[in-house]
């Protein structure tokens, strides 16, 4: 349970690298997600090229008992993805103000 994922492609149409400022968001043991369908960020071990960690934006799907993708796609992980998640983070606040500016 939680290998690194080896010699797969990452998809980076949902990976996301979020610089925010230090103390405001912790990374946490993916045990201590949230399972109510709050988004979060997710990681998993990354050893291939640059190695790290991959991140995507999920939530918890409880009628499913699984990480779905995005804020609510209704499509899921691999199961090989939903075994590797290691560490989860809450999303960072959206901008202030009205989105049409």
Same mark, same amino acid.
């Given at each position: 349970m939680n290998e690194p994922i080896k010699n797969a492609e990452p998809d980076r149409s949902l990976s996301v690298l979020i610089d925010e400022p230090e103390g405001t968001n912790k990374w946490q043991p993916i045990e201590t997600a949230p399972k109510d369908g709050t988004p979060v960020l997710l990681a998993i071990p990354w050893h291939g090229e640059g190695r790290g960690y991959l991140r995507f934006i999920g939530r918890w799907d409880w009628n499913c008992n699984r990480w779905e993708k995005g804020e609510s796609n209704r499509t899921y !992980? %691999?199961?090989? *993805?939903?075994?590797? !998640? %290691?560490?989860? *983070?809450?999303?960072?606040?959206?901008?202030?103000?009205?989105?049409?500016e």
């Open positions: !992980f %691999t199961e090989r *993805m939903q075994a590797a !998640f %290691t560490h989860w *983070m809450p999303l960072p606040k959206p901008p202030e103000g009205n989105s049409d």
